[in-house]
């Protein structure tokens, strides 16, 4: 269903906001309704940026008054274009990214605009860190709805297994504190189930006390080998270190050898958060894999994981992910074989072993559903030209494919504009069902339809 709004009601909306409203002829409207990934090329009749609270309640009375669409941003950086609607409204969080830090009580509360990286530099200045994911401009609110796997999944869990609390506007206008004695059904459902039951203004996330952590960067050559012992070592690791490899052609970056320009490598983000010799300690097997060709693993605090948050560039991707329980040896060869065999101008298959803290929440304390899962495996292919992109997917698709083992879910915050049944991969068994029910209370018409759907209880 595709509603227009006429201008004049789209202007006593404006009169009625403290933040901004932008219109297709305002200034900055396409750096406004610009995402992180190219492909979603949407026009939407205006991107708000709410001042506070008060005003997400009124976008969100709006939308649902007048049935337009709405897109929830944070940091932008949704695979699946979702926080861009063509023809509806943009709620853009992004003016709103206060934090107030409790050093003592170790606690934060952040605003649903925050990134990743402002987060983690500002409680980083007290020694304090919360997981969220590898990149710093990646919004806290889409990636903690989600899950939030990263630096420090193994040893201090998801990021949601950091949130103590939410404020969150519901799809009735109402905003609602939300922790695990206040309406506890949505807390468990928020956790994991993404932006499907409104629209989170406030976080608040435990801070553990970090101080430093040995961490970085370490290239070695792309062998199956050496990906197959890296897993492996990874496994084994005390579950201070957490580990992301990409295994892919190498970037032309000064710091590579020249030599080794468009050869496969194993790109290595390590963090152990812990003190430095036993940090030493813990990366020295990766060390010794094979001669690095870069190793910038170094004791540093923590927030030096994250590049500076500047603009980057729009890349456009192919990408599918999934669970696997084993990278032996023919897993190493196939992920080898495959990446030889693509001309794509990058392509890469990410591997992230998991365990640790996040393994020991049971199953179903939150709506992530995947606790037992062992490693995640993120395949991807970019492409330049529209043209190009069938033979993109196909390649992805093939390979992902021939990875599957037995786990059939998926992580649903790496989803890109996919299926149902892949939705439900994210969300299996009972996990599906118990959403559904508590959507059918908070958001029974499917206001917030435009994200990785999880359609009301009917009956
Ligand atoms: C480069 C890159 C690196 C990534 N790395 C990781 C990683 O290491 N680990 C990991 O776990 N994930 C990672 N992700 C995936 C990321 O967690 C998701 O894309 C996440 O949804 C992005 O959140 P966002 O706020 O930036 O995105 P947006 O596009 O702004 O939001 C995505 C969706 O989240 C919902 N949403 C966002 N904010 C709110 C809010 N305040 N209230 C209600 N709903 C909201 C909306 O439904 C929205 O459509 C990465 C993604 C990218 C592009």
Redesign the pocket.
């Known amino acids: 269903m595709h509603v227009n709004v006429s201008p004049a009601t789209l202007s006593r909306l404006r009169t009625a906001l403290t933040g901004r409203v932008i219109e297709p002829d305002d200034d900055g409207y396409d750096r406004a309704r610009a995402?992180?990934?190219g492909g979603f090329d949407r026009r939407p009749a205006a991107v708000i940026r709410p001042a506070d609270a008060a005003d997400v309640a009124r976008v969100i009375m709006f939308a649902r008054d007048t049935g337009i669409e709405l897109?929830?941003?944070?940091?932008?950086?949704?695979?699946a274009g979702?926080?861009v609607s063509e023809g509806g409204i943009v709620l853009d969080?992004r003016d709103m990214r206060a934090i107030d830090i409790d050093v003592e009580g170790r606690t934060a509360w952040a605003q649903?605009?925050l990134t990743a990286g402002g987060f983690t530099a500002a409680v980083g200045a007290h020694g304090l860190a919360t997981g969220?994911?590898?990149?710093g401009?990646?919004?806290?609110?889409?990636?903690t709805?989600?899950?939030?796997?990263?630096f420090l999944v193994r040893k201090h869990g998801l990021?949601l297994d950091n949130l103590l609390a939410v404020e969150?506007v519901t799809a009735d206008g109402e905003l609602r504190h939300v922790d695990a004695q206040t309406h506890p059904d949505l807390f468990w459902a928020i956790r994991g189930g993404?932006?499907?039951f409104?629209?989170?203004?406030r976080l608040q996330f435990k801070l553990q006390p970090l101080e430093s952590i040995v961490g970085g960067i370490l290239v070695l050559p792309g062998t199956a080998e050496v990906i197959a012992s890296f897993i492996a070592e990874a496994d084994a690791a005390p579950e201070e270190l957490s580990t992301?490899i990409n295994v892919m052609p190498a970037p032309p970056m000064p710091f590579l050898p020249e030599e080794w320009h468009g050869q496969l490598i194993l790109m290595a983000f390590m963090a152990y958060a812990g003190d430095s010799e036993a940090g030493e300690r813990a990366i020295a097997p990766f060390r010794a894999l094979a001669t690095p060709l870069a190793d910038m693993l170094q004791t540093m605090p923590y927030s030096g994981m994250f590049a500076s948050e500047e603009e980057e560039d729009q890349t456009t991707a192919v990408a599918r992910t999934m669970f696997i329980d084993t990278v032996d040896r023919g897993v190493a060869d196939t992920i080898v074989e495959y990446l030889e065999s693509s001309d794509a101008s990058m392509r890469a298959v990410q591997l992230r072993v998991l365990g640790g803290a996040m393994a020991r929440v049971p199953v179903d304390a939150t709506a992530f559903a995947h606790r037992n899962s062992k490693i995640m495996v993120n395949v991807a292919a970019f492409y330049e030209r529209l043209e190009e992109r069938a033979i993109r997917e196909a390649w992805v698709i093939e390979l992902s494919g021939v990875l599957r083992q037995s786990d059939a879910g998926a992580?649903v915050?790496?989803l890109q504009d996919e299926s149902i049944d892949r939705v439900r991969a994210a969300y299996p068994g009972e996990t599906w069902n118990r959403l559904r029910a508590i959507k059918a209370e908070y958001d029974p018409t499917n206001l917030?339809r435009?994200?990785q759907n999880i359609p009301p209880a009917t009956d």
């Open positions: 995402v992180y990934y897109a929830v941003r944070g940091g932008g950086h949704s695979n979702h926080s969080l649903g605009g969220f994911g590898d990149t401009t990646v919004g806290i609110g889409g990636i709805l989600g899950g939030g796997i990263g990021a969150i993404g932006g499907n409104g629209v989170v203004t992301i992580y915050n790496f917030f435009l994200n």
